[in-house]
């Protein structure tokens, strides 16, 4: 089976396209651990105006 260059071209964004999805999914789940950890409500949390850090 021959594969052209557009089928490796789509290949290759799915694969940036799901290791971006992965780690988006990774720091989701730390940032959860942080709030849950520092025992902040999530609006507190994740509201720039209360929490600059």
Do not use: H, W
């Not at 594969?3 to 959860?32: C, G, H, N, P, W």
Request: hydrophobic share 40%.
């Amino acid at each position: 089976m021959k594969v052209s260059a557009s089928d490796r071209d789509l290949i290759a964004v799915m694969r940036q396209y799901f290791a971006a999805k992965t780690e988006l999914e990774s720091l989701k789940a730390q940032l959860e651990a942080a709030r849950q950890t520092a025992g902040e409500a999530t609006g507190a949390f994740y509201d720039p105006c209360q929490n600059a850090e």
